[in-house]
């Protein structure tokens, strides 16, 4: 019997929509990947989870999902939609389009054009740092190199 999930998009056609055009626009499509990136999304999942010290059921109530549906997805039983992963980058933190990754929804954005990492790039892709977090980090290392017109 299909799970009936509480979460769905009432909008269905606009979140459709958006998400399209969020895809497009960061990475160029939807992804080629295979639909065998579960067991690797739950792990990352129940990393991000632990890391912010919080139980399944914290999470879940977070994220606005079941306790066992959340279990489900983090033993890679089930899989989740887009906006069940929106809702659970909300909850964790992090920024859904990692997740849209994770799961196979997305490929990875392509590398850049530089060889050397710029730090404001590795801020941003720490998955141990909150959104506010990352955004004070780069406030105050653009403070010490920013722009040299502006000192």
């Known amino acids: 019997m ?12 606009a979140c459709v929509s958006l998400q399209s055009a969020n895809y497009s626009k ?12 579960l067991a690797g999304l739950g792990d990352y999942l129940r990393e ?11 999470l879940s109530e977070l994220a606005g999902i079941s306790n066992p549906y959340l279990s489900q997805i983090e033993r890679g039983l089930k899989r989740p939609s887009a906006s069940v992963l929106q809702q659970l980058a909300k909850g964790l933190e992090v920024s859904a389009e990692t997740l849209y990754v994770k799961a196979g929804i997305l490929d990875e954005p392509p590398a850049a054009e530089t060889t050397a990492p710029s730090v404001r790039a590795a801020i941003a892709a720490d998955p141990a740092l909150t959104d506010r977090q990352k955004a004070t980090l780069i406030d105050v290392y653009e403070s010490f190199v920013g722009d040299e017109t502006t000192r």
């Open 2 to 13: 299909p799970e009936a999930h509480p979460t769905a998009c009432v909008h269905h056609h």
């Open 26 to 37: 960061h990475t160029g499509g939807v992804s080629r990947n295979p639909l065998n990136d």
């Open 48 to 58: 991000q989870r632990l890391s912010h010290r919080l139980s399944l059921r914290q």
